[in-house]
């Protein structure tokens, strides 16, 4: 059963780059037809679609991030990443990674993680 | 961007009793490309419905999906105490995900 954990720092300052990994176990990235996203969730609201990367690197991002976010994928390893620039406090939240088929709903996601944007 | 309106945002009920939750589409979702997901404190959201109608794998029959175009209905029958948790509808329907605002379901 595919797994997906996310890691990474849970404290960023303020006009820096957040960056997570999220590593697929029990299964694998390179897995035809998947999208792998990040997803976000500032606490106590709702959720918020960040973007997407197939296996063969393709992105798609959400157009309110797309100037600031970067989410690629690592094959060799058996993961994806998110990087979001010049974070502020509007980006603290729950982030998880999720995955999904083309014209299809999320079937799996990760825990969480949670990032704080502070000095 | 499809915009997502749920409601109500709260609802109070009982155990045993039944919820109807609302999920209104800004346009059409294209082949009714709607899901919903129950999430619980401390947990990741949890699927329980694709394409509108369609339960997922080892969802109970007392969840029912409808609707069509852009309005689709959650009916939770007989409402059972692991029910009572925040629920989202998503679209997929357009390659930008987007997520209604949730409604919550409380013990009354």
Redesign the interface.
Known sequence: QVQLQESGPGLVKPSQTLSLTCTVSGGSVSSGSYYWSWIRQPAGKGLEWIGRVSMSGSTNYNPSLKSRVTISVDTSKNLFSLKLSSVTAADTALYYCARYRYADAIDIWGQGTIVTVSS | ?IVLTQSPGTLSLSPGERAILSCRASQSIS?N?L?W?QQKPG?????LI??ASFR?TGIPDRFTGSGSGADFTLTINRLEPEDFAVY?C?Q?GS????????TKVEIK
Request: glycine residues 12%; hydrophobic residues 40%.
């Open positions: 961007e082949s490309y899901a997901y947990q990741a959201p949890w699927l694709y394409a997922a989202y998503q997929y390659s930008l995900l987007t997520f209604g605002g949730g």
